[in-house]
Each structure stands twice: as structure tokens, then as C-alpha cells.
């Protein structure tokens, strides 16, 4: 299923390895890494599938890349490993946008980069069926990074034994509880975005949307919900799923849900101009709300963020392993472990209260089926924030960062709790998920605290690395 062409490139980087000078544990040098030929080649790791079962011995291939342009092997120096999420992966941070990139060159930092098992090329199965899925979880995907760093670091000639996680949103999280797992492998951990609280009945999410969005914005979203639910309830459903060329979800409560997440996601990503300013203006000049909304999820929000396909159970329920697809995987990690169900908030929603709690239980059901013992797949987050903390994350060295108008913000950290973990929040309009990471797509406003916030993150690393 997988091929290996590399596998070879790391055999001959294998043979040139010697073994020099002592070196402090955990990280025996073993100086084989000197160069890499090409960033943006990957390579394999041999991972172990159950960490947790000393008589399961099957393994899988995990990609992973690095990025060494700002690494001197002479001089030598510390590791970035930049944590991914709920995706594939198409290479390490190598943009000069990228403050990860920004980062190592100010440290003279290596990055190196693991692909989420499950995701991308590093599924340990063909076959998704919820049986397979059974290993796709939050604490074998540290056990992994923790497996695969200590073997790649060893590697790395000269390096200076720290390591600084980075992740963002779901990585953010991953980044934080690394820090919490195991402090003794990394020197200190950036959060951004970090969704460590596990919180079911997640209408806080909505009611951030429409803060963010702003009055007239919000009203515009709403007006345009109603409308399209007057749709579907007198029987015109396919005339306006056409219409946004979401024929494709024949169930509504998976029209209603992507409707409710195309709003989210332009606020969530800092297209707030994009999405609102037209809509405003419509509203106000008794414009046609519905074409003005379609035409936004035409050329903005399908060009960069999605398409309805994946919104459809049906999608979902395809257990065959696709390595551009994630949808499957992410439904299983919510319906078993994170929950964040956006339902419609009582008062003042955005979106159609046919997204409630019934219709992500029936998603679950849905997508994965019944269980042996006639359960279903339901997410324990209380069990979870017992685990890792939730927003109440106690851990030393790790930074929380922020975008203001990012509705995920609400099952991040909100509130600065221990000395060691700063909270920075980037504070302007356009200001959405990971935006310290990624900056803002549709434009940061200006004044805005970004270059500050990238300043101070940087000089806290710094101190780690003293
Ligand atoms: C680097 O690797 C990428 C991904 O495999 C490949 O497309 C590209 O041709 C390689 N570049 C060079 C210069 O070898
Ligand atoms: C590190 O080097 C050893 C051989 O010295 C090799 O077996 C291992 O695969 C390497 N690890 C990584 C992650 O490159
Ligand atoms: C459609 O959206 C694009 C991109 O946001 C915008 O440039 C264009 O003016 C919009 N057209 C209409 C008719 O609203
Ligand atoms: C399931 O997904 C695979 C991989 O994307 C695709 O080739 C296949 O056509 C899909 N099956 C159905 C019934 O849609
Ligand atoms: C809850 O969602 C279900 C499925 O989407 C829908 O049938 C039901 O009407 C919703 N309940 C309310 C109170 O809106
Ligand atoms: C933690 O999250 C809960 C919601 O799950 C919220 O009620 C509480 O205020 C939060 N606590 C802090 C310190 O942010
Ligand atoms: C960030 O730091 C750089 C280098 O130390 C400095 O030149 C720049 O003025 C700082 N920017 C802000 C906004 O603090």
C-alpha cells in the first residue's frame, strides 16, 4: 500500500554514521545527519502501532520531513518539532510567512516535521473501519512523536539536546500535552490555538461566531439561516442546496451543518472581511442575501477552505483510506475523544438549531455504526480533561497563543493560570485560528499586536535554549 522510495536515501545516511564523543542522555550521539539534500523529500519512520500493548508488535510507516536550511551542523543547536494535526501534510514549515520558519532562523533551529498517524501518507491501514481506527488517539499520537524524535534527534550531528514543540488548534493541544507527558524531552512547548478543553455541548463556539462576526454581520447570518431553513421546511430543499452546489448533502442536518461551519470557517480563518462585508451590504440595500452568500462560498470559501462534499454522512461512511481525505478520521477523534460539538446556542444562534446534540449523536451513530455491545461511539471529555487538564493545563514552559476573533479560542486557555504559561492573545480584525503561526489570509486590521506577540514568544524561547 505504501511505497518507500527514500527508504534507500536513509540506508546510505545510515552507513556514514560514526560514533564520536559521549553525549547526555536521552540523546546519545550517534552523528549521521549532516545535510538534507531536499527539504521537501520526505522520509519514513517505522512506527509502533500500539503503544500500549507490549504483545502487539505490528508497526506502520509514519512520514516525516525536515527543514535544516537554518541549522549549522558545525556549530550545531536545538530541534523544532512542529506537531501536525487532522491532515495530510505536503512538507515541514519552509515559508518565510511561517513563524515556525521565523523562529528557527532566529535560533539557528532544525525543524523536523511528523505526519498525524492515520492522516496522509501515514495511515496504518487501508481499510478505515471503525475496528481500525481503534488506535487513532490523542495519547498514541504523543507516544509517536516522542518515539520518533528521540530516534531522529540522535541522528542529528551536533545538536544541542532542547527541543521546542510547536502546534496549532488540534497540534496546539498535542504541542501543550507533550510539554505535560514528557518534560524531560522537550525544553518547552508553543500552544497556538491550543483547543485543550474538551467540551461537548460546545455552543460557546457559535455565540464567539457571532461576537466575532460583529452585529450587523451576525444579523446577516442569521437572516441568511432562516432563509435557507424556510427552504428545506417548505419542501425546496434541493433548490437552494443547487444553489450553493451543496447537492450533494441529501441529508439536512448535514446541509444545516455545513451552512453553520462555511460561516465558522470565515471567521475562524480571518476572511471576516470577505465574508461579512458583502453581506452587510446586501442586507442594508435589500440585496439578494442568498446569492450574495453563494457567491461568497463559491470564491471564497471554496477556493480556500472546502467543499460540501465532505459534509455528507455518506462521505464519511466510506471507510476506504484516501490520503486527501481526513473527514473520517477527525469524526472518529471527536465522536471518542474531544467531542466540541457546535450546537446552535438557545438564544441568538447563527446557525439552525437543526445542528443540536441529536444530530452529532446520529452523525456518530451514523458514520461508525453500532458497536459489538449495541453502543455507540460517544466521547467521555470529562474522562479526557481529568487526563490532560483541560483548560486548567498545569504544566511549566508552555506558551498559549491566540487569534481574538477565533471562535476555538473558547475551548482553548482563556485565563493566564501558572507562571510558566503566558497567554498572548493577537488581538485584531481578520485575527483567526493559529494566527500568530500563520498570520492573517484575508489581512490582519490594523493596529494589531502580531509582530509583538511573535517578539515575545521568541524571546521566551530564547530562555529555554539559555
Ligand atoms: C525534492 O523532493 C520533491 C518531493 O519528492 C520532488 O518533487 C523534487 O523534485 C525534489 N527536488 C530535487 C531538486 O530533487
Ligand atoms: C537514525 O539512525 C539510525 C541508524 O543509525 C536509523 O536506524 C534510524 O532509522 C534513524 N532514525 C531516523 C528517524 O532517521
Ligand atoms: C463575488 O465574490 C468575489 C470574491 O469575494 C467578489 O470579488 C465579487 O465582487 C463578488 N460578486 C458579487 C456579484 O457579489
Ligand atoms: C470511497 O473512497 C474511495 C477513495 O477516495 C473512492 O475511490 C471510492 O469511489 C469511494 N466509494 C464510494 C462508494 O463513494
Ligand atoms: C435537532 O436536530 C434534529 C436533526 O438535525 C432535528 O430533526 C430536530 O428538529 C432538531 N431539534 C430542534 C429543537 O431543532
Ligand atoms: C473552563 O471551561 C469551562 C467550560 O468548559 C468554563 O465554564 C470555565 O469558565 C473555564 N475556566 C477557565 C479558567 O477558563
Ligand atoms: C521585534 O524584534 C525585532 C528584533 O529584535 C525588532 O527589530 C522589532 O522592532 C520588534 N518588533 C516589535 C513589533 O516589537
Not at 22 to 39: G, T, V, Y
Request: proline share 4%; net charge negative; with cysteine.
Amino acid at each position: 500500500m505504501i511505497t518507500r522510495p527514500f527508504l534507500l536515501l536513509l540506508l546510505i545516511l545510515g552507513l556514514i554514521s560514526c560514533y564520536c564523543n559521549a553525549w547526555p542522555l536521552p540523546f546519545p550521539k550517534k552523528q549521521s545527519i549532516e545535510s538534507n539534500p531536499n527539504i521537501t523529500q520526505y522520509y519514513w519512520y517505522n512506527q509502533i502501532l500500539n503503544h500500549y500493548d507490549e504483545q502487539d508488535q505490528r508497526t506502520f510507516a509514519q512520514r516525516y520531513w525536515y527543514n535544516d536550511l537554518y541549522y549549522n551542523y558545525n556549530k550545531g543547536g536545538p530541534i523544532i518539532l512542529y506537531i501536525n494535526g487532522e491532515g495530510p501534510v505536503s512538507g515541514p514549515p519552509s515559508s518565510q510567512q511561517d513563524a515556525t520558519v521565523i523562529y528557527a532562523e532566529a535560533l539557528g533551529a532544525l525543524i523536523v516535521t511528523l505526519e498525524h498517524r492515520y492522516y496522509g501518507n501515514s495511515s496504518p491501514f487501508q481499510d478505515l473501519s471503525t475496528e481500525n481506527l481503534k488506535f487513532l488517539t490523542s495519547q498514541q499520537a504523543l507516544n509517536d512523536l516522542a518515539n520518533f524524535v528521540l530516534d531522529f534527534a540522535q541522528n542529528i550531528t551536533n545538536f544541542n539536546g532542547k527541543i521546542i514543540t510547536i502546534g496549532g488548534s488540534y497540534s496546539g493541544a498535542l504541542s501543550a500535552w507533550f510539554r505535560l507527558k514528557f518534560p524531560h524531552i522537550t525544553v518547552g512547548a508553543l500552544a497556538s490555538s491550543g483547543v485543550v478543553n474538551a467540551i461537548l455541548d460546545f455552543t460557546a463556539f457559535d455565540e464567539w461566531v457571532a461576537h466575532s462576526a460583529g452585529n450587523d454581520c451576525a444579523d446577516a447570518l442569521r437572516l441568511v439561516t432562516k432563509t435557507a431553513e424556510l427552504y428545506v421546511l417548505s419542501g425546496n430543499g434541493l433548490k437552494i442546496k443547487t444553489m450553493f452546489n451543496a447537492q450533494t448533502l441529501v441529508e439536512d442536518g448535514d446541509f444545516f451543518y455545513w451552512l453553520a461551519d462555511s460561516m465558522a470557517e470565515g471567521i475562524q480563518y480571518g476572511f471576516h472581511d470577505q465574508l461579512c462585508l458583502p453581506l452587510i451590504n446586501a442586507m442594508n440595500n435589500n440585496g439578494d442575501m442568498l446569492a450574495t452568500y453563494a457567491n461568497y462560498t463559491a470564491n471564497v470559501w471554496g477556493v480556500y477552505l472546502g467543499t460540501p462534499a465532505e459534509y455528507a454522512t455518506s462521505w464519511q461512511q466510506n471507510t476506504t483510506h484516501d490520503i486527501e481525505k481526513a473527514d473520517r478520521q477527525w469524526w472518529y477523534q471527536v465522536c471518542t475523544e474531544f467531542g466540541y460539538f457546535q450546537n446552535a446556542p438557545s438564544s441568538g444562534s447563527i446557525r439552525s438549531s437543526f445542528v443540536n446534540m441529536t444530530y452529532h449523536k446520529d452523525h456518530c451513530l451514523q458514520v461508525f455504526g453500532l458497536l459489538k455491545d449495541g453502543s455507540q461511539l460517544w466521547p467521555d471529555t470529562e474522562a479526557v480533561n481529568y487526563y490532560y487538564g483541560g483548560n486548567h493545563t498545569a504544566g511549566t514552559n508552555i506558551i498559549f497563543t491566540e487569534g481574538s476573533q477565533d471562535p476555538w479560542s473558547r475551548s482553548s486557555i482563556l485565563h493566564e493560570e501558572y507562571a510558566t504559561e503566558p497567554l498572548f492573545v493577537v488581538t485584531c480584525e481578520n485575527c483567526g485560528h493559529c494566527v500568530d503561526l500563520r498570520g492573517c489570509p484575508g489581512g490582519c486590521s490594523e493596529p494589531n499586536n502580531l509582530f509583538e506577540v511573535r517578539n515575545e514568544t521568541l524571546s521566551i524561547f530564547s530562555t529555554w535554549l539559555e
